[in-house]
């Protein structure tokens, strides 16, 4: 039972690259969200979903396309990547309120 | 006003001794309460959910006084394994069954030896 997996770890994009970022679970939950971390701002909901085909905007969802057409993965996408794109982003799975989280992964966008 | 706020501290603390976080939320209309618990560079984990009548697990003591809108986090007896950001988390207005919480920006602590 691995949880909550993200893949890739670690990434550095130039300015208007485009990438994918995946989440796994299998722990057959319905509901899987992305957030961001930044310093000093606390973890913010870009998109979530409440089920497989379902996704919905979070709070800072500019900038971001999410898909979910397996409910044990969740995509995040960036089309065009800027500096203001550099975090930490969270993937995160919940049967209904608590959540668990993926180990994180670290974007550099120069 | 942040729908969630914490003193981001840092507390620095040495073992044994007891601590106290706080937070303040903004929706009297939240329902749910959780404290997430945060080592450097990992991913948030649940540490313990918050009840109105206060719960406690182990050394961990949490309480809600849902007329201030304030939430506690206890810990007794200090552990160096305890350093860690400790996260005030309320479920979002309006969230129905979606599950969307909202994070303060955390609280960090560090135990001294």
């Known amino acids: 039972n691995a949880g909550v997996t993200q893949t890739p770890k670690f990434r550095v994009l130039k300015t208007g690259q485009s990438m994918t970022l995946l989440c796994a679970q299998d722990?057959?939950?319905?509901?899987m969200y992305w957030y961001r971390q930044d310093p000093g701002m606390g973890l913010r909901l870009i998109h979530y979903?409440?089920?497989?085909?379902?996704?919905a905007k979070g709070e800072v969802p500019d900038g971001y396309n999410v898909s979910r057409l397996k409910k044990q993965n969740f995509l995040l996408g960036l089309e065009s990547a800027a500096p203001s794109q550099t975090s930490v982003y969270f993937c995160?799975?919940?049967?209904?309120?608590?959540?668990?989280f993926g180990p994180g992964t670290r974007l550099t966008v120069l | 006003r942040k729908e969630v706020e914490q003193d981001p501290g840092p507390f620095n603390v040495p073992e044994g001794a007891t601590v106290a976080f706080n937070c303040t939320y903004s929706?009297?209309?939240?329902?749910?309460f959780f404290w997430y618990r945060q080592d450097c560079r990992k991913e948030p984990k649940l540490l313990m959910s918050?009840?109105?009548s206060g719960n406690e697990d182990g050394r961990f003591t949490a309480q809600l006084n849902r007329a201030s809108q304030y939430i506690s986090l206890l810990i007794r007896d200090s552990k160096l394994s305890d350093s860690a950001t400790y996260l005030c988390?309320?479920?979002?207005?309006?969230?129905?069954?979606?599950?969307?919480?909202?994070f303060g920006q955390g609280t960090t602590l560090q135990v001294k030896p």
């Open positions: 929706n009297s209309a939240s329902q749910s």
């Open positions: 995160a799975s919940s049967p209904r309120l608590e959540q668990f």
């Open positions: 918050v009840y109105s």
């Open positions: 979903s409440v089920g497989e085909g379902t996704t």
């Open positions: 988390v309320v479920n979002k207005k309006g969230s129905g069954n979606t599950g969307k919480l909202i």
């Open positions: 722990m057959n939950h319905e509901y």
